[in-house]
């Protein structure tokens, strides 16, 4: 079995010392003032500037999580050229849109400034953090941006709509379903239309209240996660935390997003098989045990299944089924070097593959989803496509998108993206954000063994202090300034809006755009 390299991009430079530096077009002075005193410590200051400001980069934090290939997660084929590192539009993370210069700009942009030498007539700072290595206390000029109205739904959590004799067999069926899952009165909220041809359920929480990061948190729910075990690649006998199928079903009844079953899917049968398919997913995400390639090479089995890569494209060997060379990364002998793109890649994918395989054996939709990849390039657009206004133009093979979430809303087997809106940090590839799979109780999937899984806010924490040179346990962000942070990039944000999730591949297929 034979590997192969492919190279990343090199990280940021090491931190260097103070720099004194005159920045007459944006009227800032950068220097450290004379003393008679021992110096104080030393601050930096971001400034924020429009149009062509000035960045001291700093270096990436030294830990191997801060050097994953955190770009967004690609369906479409990517140029090998240089400027592939662009995101592609069919990601959960991007969309037309964000290829456009943001509304606003970019609110942050590092500059150092001696804590003596602050200008006169300088916006109102907060201190964000310290460089424990030279001790170094960060701060930044800071006003919150007002933020944006909250988005209303009409209708959240399930949907279902169809004809009267289909919606009495739904209301039987999710009475059985929530008495199985243990819940218990007015924890579930019905709501039924006058025509008797429409109904929805929702979580009984506070008007408002669209966070499912604590669910498994309230006692009086019950939630708890499923111990599974499991024989790994080196066979031996392992044991995880699966997120719980009730606790998947809770975020799906929480306010905030609503997910609609209609016409021929008006059917509780593609709920269960939703919730046990992303349940599949992570599941798959917690299996993953690959190492991050720190000389910047990835490493994947050529010998049997991959050609090289070019840029960033998987590429079948001639006579290879998809579903093999996809399950060698989780099963097979060959250990796989790759970065957080990929991994989500291969996570959605095999978990997609294996549930229907193996999970809830259906012979006909695997034979289909053999069909719908691309036969040598099986990532190709597993995600829709849309326009410029956030318009799906060609449904996903694989996945379906929710846009315009609030930041605290995620379901277990959500893929989202979080953006680094740094320009000159993000110039550097792989540096242009981060991939997160959603895998309950508040954390995130981690797709390498050696290292802890992260909260949205870590996450986030970890990709705004690449362009100080911060590592996240440096950083203690104001909660204002967070709260930015969570906003979609549209909105001075770093997280995108979007989720991105398995399609129920038994349900009728949506119709297609223009059909």
């Known amino acids: 079995m034979s590997t192969t390299g492919h190279k990343t991009r090199p990280r940021f430079q090491s931190k260097t010392g103070v720099i004194v530096v005159c920045l007459s077009a944006l009227g800032l002075y950068f220097g450290v003032a004379p003393s008679r005193e021992p110096k104080p410590a030393v601050t930096r200051i971001v400034a924020r500037a429009t149009g062509g400001a000035t960045t001291t980069p700093g270096h990436a934090p030294p830990s191997a999580a801060a050097n994953d290939e955190d770009r967004p997660p690609v369906s479409t084929e990517v140029s090998s050229s240089p400027s592939a590192a662009e995101p592609d539009d069919d990601s959960p993370a991007t969309d037309d849109s964000a290829r456009q210069?943001?509304?606003?700009?970019?609110?942050?942009?590092?500059?150092?400034?001696?804590?003596?030498?602050?200008?006169?007539?300088?916006?109102?700072?907060?201190?964000?953090?310290?460089?424990?290595?030279?001790?170094?206390?960060?701060?930044?000029?800071?006003?919150?941006?007002?933020?944006?109205?909250?988005?209303?739904?009409?209708?959240?959590?399930?949907?279902?709509?169809?004809?009267?004799?289909?919606i009495g067999l739904v209301k039987a069926q999710m009475d059985q379903l929530l008495k199985q899952m243990g819940w218990t009165a007015n924890q579930v909220l019905v709501r039924e239309s006058v025509g008797g041809e429409r109904i929805s359920y929702t979580l009984n929480s506070a008007p408002g209240d669209t966070n499912t990061f604590v669910l498994s948190q309230r006692p009086q729910l019950g939630i708890g996660p499923e111990i599974i075990s499991y024989v790994n690649r080196q066979g031996?006998?392992?044991?995880?935390?699966?997120?719980?199928?009730?606790?998947?079903?809770?975020?799906m009844l929480q306010a905030g997003r609503a997910f609609l079953f209609s016409g021929?899917?008006?059917?509780?049968?593609?709920?269960?098989?939703?919730?046990a398919l992303r349940q599949n997913v992570v599941y798959w995400g917690m299996r993953a045990d690959w190492v991050f390639p720190e000389d910047k090479l990835?490493?994947?089995?050529?010998?049997?299944?991959?050609?090289?890569?070019?840029?960033?494209?998987?590429?079948?060997?001639?006579?290879?089924?998809?579903?093999?060379?996809?399950?060698?990364?989780?099963?097979?002998?060959?250990?796989?070097?790759?970065?957080?793109t990929s991994a989500c890649r291969f996570i959605f994918t095999h978990g997609i593959f294996d549930f229907y395989q193996a999970v809830q054996a259906n012979?006909?939709?695997?034979?289909?989803?053999?069909?719908?990849?691309?036969?040598?390039?099986?990532?190709?657009?597993?995600?829709?496509?849309?326009?410029?206004?956030?318009?799906?133009?060609?449904?996903?093979?694989?996945?379906?998108?929710?846009?315009?979430?609030?930041?605290?809303?995620?379901?277990?087997?959500?893929?989202?993206w979080i953006r680094n809106d740094d320009n000159k940090s993000a110039e550097e590839l792989g540096s242009e954000g981060c991939n997160i799979i959603y895998a309950g109780g508040g954390y995130f999937v981690n797709y390498y063994p050696e290292r802890p899984p992260k909260t949205l806010d870590q996450a986030i924490k970890r990709v705004y202090g690449w362009r100080f040179g911060l590592e996240e346990s440096e950083l203690e962000l104001p909660a204002d300034l967070m709260d930015q942070l969570r906003r979609d990039p549209r909105a001075d944000g770093m997280l995108r809006d979007v989720r991105d999730f398995p399609r129920t591949m038994s349900a009728a297929p949506p119709a297609q755009p223009g059909a």
């Not at 460089?131 to 209708?155: C, N």
């Not at 392992?238 to 998947?248: D, R």
């Open 298 to 340: 990835y490493r994947y089995n050529t010998a049997d299944y991959w050609q090289v890569m070019k840029g960033d494209e998987w590429t079948l060997k001639p006579g290879v089924k998809a579903s093999e060379a996809i399950a060698d990364a989780f099963v097979g002998k060959f250990s796989y070097q790759i970065g957080c």
């Open 363 to 416: 012979p006909s939709v695997t034979a289909r989803l053999g069909q719908l990849l691309d036969s040598q390039r099986p990532f190709i657009d597993i995600a829709p496509k849309v326009d410029r206004n956030r318009i799906v133009v060609k449904g996903g093979r694989l996945m379906e998108r929710h846009t315009d979430v609030p930041c605290d809303n995620w379901v277990p087997g959500d893929w989202g």
């Open 236 to 251: 031996e006998k392992k044991t995880l935390a699966l997120v719980s199928q009730k606790e998947i079903l809770a975020t």
């Open 264 to 275: 021929p899917n008006c059917r509780v049968e593609l709920l269960k098989e939703q919730i």
């Open 101 to 166: 210069p943001p509304a606003v700009d970019p609110p942050l942009r590092v500059a150092a400034v001696s804590a003596v030498a602050k200008p006169k007539h300088a916006a109102p700072t907060v201190r964000i953090g310290k460089d424990q290595l030279s001790g170094t206390i960060v701060y930044i000029p800071f006003v919150p941006s007002a933020a944006p109205r909250p988005r209303v739904l009409k209708e959240n959590g399930l949907v279902f709509s169809g004809q009267s004799d289909q």
